[in-house]
Nanobody
């Protein structure tokens, strides 16, 4: 069973930046992704990455502000978040898909393992 551990969340003012990390216990991923869930709202897709070739894709709400990347040797997924807004406040979780995939995956059910998340709070 793959274990995912996120870190890097915190409290930041609007316009600020944070970098989230997600370390996987082993490399079995075809796709990894970031999702977030704010209180009272459904979990939503934020960013995804095809692990082998590094292609990335994003939710419209974060395009141009967030960048996903990975370090293959460290089995680590990153999310660089710039120009943060109060509406970005949420619990951010990473997920991995171990089933074969070559296409973008933006639905939670398409992922197999999840981390517990790291809280991001953006003050206005």
């Amino acid at each position: 069973q793959v274990q995912l551990t996120e870190s890097g969340g915190g409290l930041v003012q609007a316009g600020g930046s944070l970098r989230l990390s997600c370390v996987a216990s082993e490399h079995t991923s075809y796709t990894m992704g970031w999702f977030r869930q704010a209180p009272g709202k459904e979990r939503e897709f934020v960013a995804g990455i095809n692990w082998d070739i590094g292609t990335t894709y994003y939710a419209d709400s974060v395009k141009g502000r967030f960048t996903a990347s990975r370090d293959e040797f460290k089995n680590t997924l990153y999310l660089q978040m710039n120009n943060l807004k109060p509406e970005d406040t949420a619990l951010y979780s990473c997920a991995t898909r171990t089933r074969f995939s070559t296409t973008s995956r933006t639905r939670a059910y398409e992922y197999d393992y999840w981390g517990l998340g790291t809280q991001v709070t953006v003050s206005s």
